[in-house]
């Protein structure tokens, strides 16, 4: 008898096939059915597709506004979940999730996918530890370089997928931030079209947060930066971190690095204002197989979830909702 | 592995480690144990690396008259010494004597202090990543001579141990040290062996060494004025550490080149390199400290420096 998670992928876009080819590599999984809307695929209604198969786990890898519907019948069936982000289009969408999670039995899992990168994990390790001294305030930018159909896809229709670039991107940036110093409110935050007039959904977003004991945060997420750009800076009271870039599928976010120095105020480097720094990089992307892993250890060996926890879900999407409200 | 590639971002070329005035008296010393002990070249042929067990291995130098030879498949370096010269090399007392001496030891530490409390940064750092804390564990530190920086690591540790070398190391230990040691083993899968006992199930090695597959010890190859019998005996490749690791049943977690002399070793040297090595005759005279410091960096970044740190973990169950 196998003793394999036996696993759906219910959408099979880009995602999709990232997933697929994820649980591929681990091992622990049996993929015994895919759909789509497209044709192609096992099944065509993601329904169908879960009653026929009678999964024990489904990636849930469809567009937003679909998400809540296949999370909570997956769940009423007793099947494991792991979705991608966003948790929903909205605040309520999440809630929604979370009623499901709450008298279900299944582990539900969603993709905050950065954390599991190479450079993030390495902050992390450096905050944790406080060898740089504790956290006092971070700054994010996070850019895409949009596309001549940018205003036409389904990621810019406010029905599929409930907002802009906040939502798609800019939630990652959210998700670390609050992984990184602790819970945060919105102190201003603002969204704009200033560039696609047009489009019915933001192509920038502005926030600064806080947390209740003062560690501040800043954002700025972008669909008009121009190029594809992840920045990250992280000050201590005794340290900095840099992180600059991420490896992608499209390898088109640049190397990724986390550089770190220590403040040098006696100049025992030797120049003021220019401290020793020590830069890591990072040749390959095993964040798919970190997270992949930790879904199927929570599923198949009983350990507790540490990342995208319905409770990190609705977090971030009360910041984000938090955002959308200030700019309305 | 988590392949990573570590560099420094420096103002200009750093300056050497090494005190001249002690660093030429041991290089005499070691000479002249060195006139002591020949190996004569017809008696050191078909030698193996003994990283990666290849017999195809070439004449690479000589050395105070001690052949240096490069395996052609792992690229490391190694002079076909037996294991009791080197001891008796590294009990050799004039060295042992300099160097255990005060003086040496106070200039020691003033020129190293800074890069002891960077080392110090790495072992914390890299204990906090692999093991989820950064102090208090039980560390064997092997074949460190330096005064300070024993005290410097016994302040985070849990346990202390430190021994003169392999040989004398018999307690188990959740972290060992083993910096700029493994040039003194003629066996490393032996002295692997040996430390991978010592290590407790998960416990974490940390090494570094002079590498043969470096940008100044291939580029200089005799003409060098920092690699000498029997100081250095074994200058395993990148690719030689990560075979013999793994052979001994390491999970080599990450291996760096940070070495940021490589450019001046070579710099210092050039007059010794043969006039047809024209590209770093031109690279000398027209470029100037900024591009230099620009090349080390590129070297540091591509694991192309002679100087190499690595992490390694004992597979096992947990500590």
Redo the contacts between chains.
Sequence with gaps: MTNKIRTAILGMGVMGKRRRDAISRHGGFELVGTCDVVPGYDFTDWKECIDKTNPDAVFVCTINSVIPDIVCYAIEQGIHVFSEKPPGRNLADTLRMEDAYNTGNSILKFGFNHRYH?SI??AK??I??K?LGGVVCVRGIYGKAGNVDFTKEWRNNPELSGGGILLDQGIHMLDLMCWFLGDLTVEHGNVDRLVWRNMPTEDSAFAVLKTQDGKIASLHSSAIQWKHKFDMDIIFTDGYIALNGLLTGTRSYGEERI?YY?KDLEI????LG?P?????????DNSWDYETAEFFDAVRNGKPLVNGTIADAKRVMTLVESIYEQSR | MLKAYSFTENEGLSQRLNDKSFFSLERQLAAEFVRQHHISLSAAKNEKCPLCGSDETDLFTAIDTIPFFRCDRCWSIFAPAEQSIVDEYRAYTPITALRSSDEYQEIASVKRLKMWDELVFWFKFRSARYFGKSANFSILDIGNRYNVFREMIKSFSSEYTAVSDLVQANTEAEIVLFLTQIQYETNPIQAFEKIYSLIKPNGLLFLSARVGSGFDVLTLKGATDTIYPFEHTTLPSIKGLQISLEKTGFELLEITSPGNLDIRYVMENIEKLPDDNLFLKYLSKNSDESILTEFQRFIQKSNLSSHARLVARKKGDTV
């Design positions: 190479n994990i390495e390790t450096l944790n530890s060898l550089t220590h025992k480097d030797g120049k220019n020793l720094e020590h830069t890591l990089c990072f040749d390959s």
